[in-house]
């Protein structure tokens, strides 16, 4: 079992930066993919980014290239998400998450992050 807390979010101006981050319980967070999810009010949930065990490997979704960076602290169990340039359409709740297998299994609750312009 594994539970996921993230922080960091809030309101901000188009242009501005956030910093999340999501702690994961458990002594096996060094094992683990870590993933950041998203959705908007009215959309499906959409894949952000994701980063590999050891922090060497990452993957973004291409609208938030170039602005979002995903990293990690496998000494604090924490995964965190660098937002830069942030724009409108980044309003969402920021949600981390684990695949165990090909399939996310665990979730944690989100983090609002809302972007005004």
């Known amino acids: 079992q594994v539970q996921l807390v993230e922080s960091g979010g809030g309101l901000v101006q188009a242009g501005g930066s956030l910093r999340l981050s999501c702690a994961a319980s458990?002594?096996?967070?060094?094992?683990?993919?870590m993933a950041w999810f998203r959705q908007a009010p009215g959309k499906e949930r959409e894949f952000v980014a994701r980063?590999?065990?050891?922090?060497?490997?990452?993957y973004y979704t291409d609208s938030v290239k170039g602005r979002f960076t995903i990293s990690r602290d496998n000494a604090k169990n924490t995964v965190f998400l660098q937002m830069n340039s942030l724009k409108p359409e980044d309003t969402a709740v920021y949600i981390c998450?684990?695949?165990?297998?090909?399939?996310?299994?665990?979730w944690g609750q989100g983090t609002q992050v809302t972007v005004s312009s």
């Open positions: 458990g002594r096996t967070f060094s094992t683990y993919t």
């Open positions: 980063i590999s065990r050891s922090g060497d490997n990452t």
């Open positions: 998450a684990v695949p165990v297998g090909s399939t996310y299994r665990y």
